[in-house]
């Protein structure tokens, strides 16, 4: 299994308040992804990472921000939590990114915004 | 715009009882197409890349093809512990960093014993 950590695994938090959700990996991979998953939705990209201190928005990016000052660590943060933001948050990581490589994913973070 | 689309959404079998999933896909090239396993609670679990038409892979009960417009992931007497949501995505050539995929909202397969 792909040493992927998310943390904490689940949440509950109010409406207005700062979330920071973290993802640690003990591969040494390049890429990193926060995606969000949501019934009749699927799987969604929030925001990826190509290297430390760099990264790209992906199609569901606007409410979040992230940072990765590690390669082994990327955070999401969610400024002032919504009720739209309660889904479950998976990491994933991939050795090279594009080019047809698999990522591979950790076990998710529910998170409930009341 | 990239599209994937699984069906059925749910399939229901019997042990041993052979059957497919579908999941059909627009992208402008594609770069892969990927088959995942996804158990409750679990995150998604890598089980096959797919680089172009005519491909095939399997895995044990599980063999996966791919033809220019969609792929079949084919589940040969199937076992109760096979039970699971199987994801299909793809990553079109028209993005170059990052790898971004695309992602159907799966088949949830249960195998009754």
């Known amino acids: 299994d792909a040493g992927i950590t998310q943390s904490p695994r689940h949440k509950v938090t109010e409406t207005g308040t700062p979330v920071t959700l973290r993802c640690h990996q003990t591969?040494?991979?390049?890429?990193m992804y926060w995606y969000r998953q949501d019934p009749g939705h699927g799987l969604r990209l929030i925001h990826y990472?190509?290297?430390?201190?760099?990264?790209d928005k992906g199609e569901v990016s606007d409410g979040y921000s992230v940072s990765r000052s590690k390669t082994e660590d990327f955070l999401l943060t969610l400024e002032s939590a919504t009720s739209s933001q309660t889904s479950v948050y998976f990491c994933?990581?991939?050795?090279?990114?594009?080019?047809?490589?698999?990522?591979?994913f950790g076990d998710g973070t529910r998170l409930s915004i009341l | 715009e990239d599209q994937v689309t699984q069906s059925p959404e749910a399939l229901r079998l019997q042990e041993g009882e052979s059957s497919s999933l579908n999941c059909s896909y627009t992208?402008?090239?594609?770069?892969?197409l990927f088959w995942y396993r996804q158990d409750p609670g679990k995150g998604p679990e890598f089980l096959f890349t797919?680089?172009?038409a005519g491909e095939e892979k399997e895995k044990e009960r599980l063999k996966a093809t791919l033809t220019k417009k969609e792929s079949f992931l084919h589940i040969t007497a199937p076992k109760p512990e096979d039970s699971a949501t199987y994801l299909c995505?793809?990553?079109?050539?028209?993005?170059?960093?990052?790898?971004?995929?695309?992602f159907g909202q799966g088949t949830e397969l249960s195998v009754k014993p």
């Open positions: 992208v402008s090239g594609l770069r892969g």
């Open positions: 797919l680089y172009s």
């Open positions: 994933a990581i991939s050795e090279s990114g594009g080019f047809g490589q698999p990522q591979h």
């Open positions: 995505a793809v990553q079109d050539k028209i993005y170059n960093q990052g790898g971004k995929l695309i």
């Open positions: 591969e040494n991979h390049r890429y």
């Open positions: 990472s190509y290297g430390v201190k760099d990264t």
